[in-house]
């Protein structure tokens, strides 16, 4: 049978309830439960909680605690001290207070109590008990330690649809110093599989801690289904100051379903040589502070990733279970396809679970924003699996992460490292290119690189430069389509090869409006060079002779000379070098560039000649062509030869001697004037109008009389 007690029950049978109770199993066999009602939110005294704990203790066997206190609620209870603890298995189901409706409306506020020392809101000594519907808040602070919940000693207790750590105005900086506590504890359910068996752990320093005292271990428990370090909407933030669950002692624990996240330190932390074999399966696990999972041996940094060893063999929390790593994420057809390997112990089968997370922990490695699904996988005798693992839909610019929990052992790893799902940046590779203009096409390189994940396209067409389409290569445009996993395509842009020998010329390429995620990259334009093919024109430089007469100065000029015409603009530098003239007493000296416009072939470099001395020597000079563009120098000297007319003359008694220089022979006239000043009166003797030698001497008679004669000699043209 069961029995309902009330205050005013409680009060009638106060001192009475062993002799009550003895009473009625007597007259009736047995008493299933004893339901103890709080009636108020007092400290103490009939109706009060504490009171109902009391009673419940001193009834042996499984009693209830329900709520019945009036008004709407939130129903607040301050308790001066700690309340008792539960000694027998007791329910304590606050669900039960009128106008619940999934939100607690009775709280266990724990700022009065803390001020004398080390507190719980609600202690389990007896095992077998069940807290179900409260808000417990402020148990604890920066001088006391304090939980929400304490399980102590015996197991087999039920935490479900608490608010742990927040108080009715969603205040999360009134949490407790550990929401739930576990301490040598076993076989333990925090939460549940359905909603309403949820708890909200938010706002505590550490959300849930299982630990133990180095002589026994508190082992199977689970938690499952519970918001940790977020508000009760599972989305907002209402952190845990530490981490959102730390384990630092126990065996073969399970965390199970639970949504972790905002907590400041680690999702879920393992410490302690003899934590082993708990398994963290299905839980959604994003933005805490440093890890995800940390399996954190003795001396390692709190946000530390614990690194894979070659064989698995170290020790540590959870045996330090190797994660796996991903090699290669796709996305074919509207799926999305992980694959990697496994490097663990030998012939053991694995648990391999796949998440996705719109961003990484700062370590580079997991969290696990969304749980995909998973795979089976068993190493070879070398301790390797190769992993294939395919969902359903595209996720683009995702994170994937993975963990590895061994079959046989229970123990489950770190996340792996977090491979993004780029579709990856597009860019020309090389930039620049070099074709002769007779190859037929330049084929240029388009490169996806940074990601290959999904179908991308990218459209490209080519611009003038210096060359132009349709003249110099055929004008194209189009659209480069990549398949998931493409790392690179092609374009071919053909080219016009014709006669004109021409200057070098360019054009470019560019790429614009990628598709399915891709990016362009710094490379999105190339140049393509033509190289002319045509032979170039040879520049030849012809010698200059140069016959020097009585007076003045005469030119030497040098001819320059192309095999063709050219539609490119030539240029040769040019320099007068001496010989056995020398510059400045037989020649100026000259140089300078020489240029040759379009289709001009024929150029001319001048060099003034001095007058010398009367003599008989050739004297000579050269001019040399150096750095030639667009042409080929074939003969890059050209050689002046200066020929001195000085002839020798002499008059003796009318008659006239000439001696000729050596050399070619040249044509001269002998001249006779009256007067040196009269440059008008020159003639011709009769007779040497027309004189040719090479070193002879010729006599001619003047018949003329008198003083005063002048005669000269002048070359001919």
Known sequence: MTIICTGRCARGLRGKVATIVGLLMLLNGSIDAAIFMVENADD???GSLRQAILSANALPGPDEIHFNIPGPGPHIIVPLTELPPLVDPTTIDATTQPGFSGVPLVALDGGQATLLGIVAGVRILGGNSTVRGLMIYQFGSLVFSGSGISMQGNGNNVIEGNYIGLDPWGDMFAGNSIGIECLNSSNNRVGGPQPASRNVISGNFWGIEMGNNLLTLGSNNLVQGNFIGTAPNGTSRADNIADGILITGGQMNRIVGNRIAFNEWSGIRVTGTNSGGNTFSQNVIYDNGRLGINLQPPGEADASVTPNDSDDSDTGPNSLQNFPVIGNVSGP?????????????????????????????????????????????????SGIASFTFTVGGTFLNQYFTATATDQETGDTSEFSQAVQAKAGKLGFEPTDYRVNENDGSAVLTVARVGGTYGDVSVDFATENGTAIGGSDFVSASGTLSFRDGEAAHSISIALIDDQVAESDESFTVKLSAPTGGALLGADSSATVLIVDDDPQPQMNINDVVITEGTDGTLTANFGVSLS?????????????????????????????????????????????????????VEKRFFMNLSQCVNATLQSSQGQCTIRQLRLLITRNAGEIMLQFPTGTAQSYALEQNTDLNDRLGWRALAGADSLQGTGEVLTFRDTAQGHGRCYRVRLLP
């Open 564 to 616: 063709s015409a050219n539609s490119k603009r030539i240029m040769v530098s040019y320099a007068t070098a001496d010989g056995t003239a020398l510059a400045g007493t037989d020649y100026d000296p000259a140089q300078g560039t020489l240029i040759f416009r379009p289709g001009q072939t024929v150029q001319s470099i001048p060099v003034t000649i001095a007058s010398g001395q009367l003599q008989t």
């Open 333 to 381: 057809g509207g799926s999305t396809v992980i694959t990697g390997q496994l490097i663990s112990t030998p012939n053991h089968r694995f648990m391999l679970e796949f998440y996705r997370s719109t961003r990484a922990d700062p370590s580079g490695f997991g969290q696990g924003e969304v749980y995909l699904g998973s795979t089976l996988a068993t190493t070879d005798v």
């Open 44 to 46: 103490a005294g009939l």
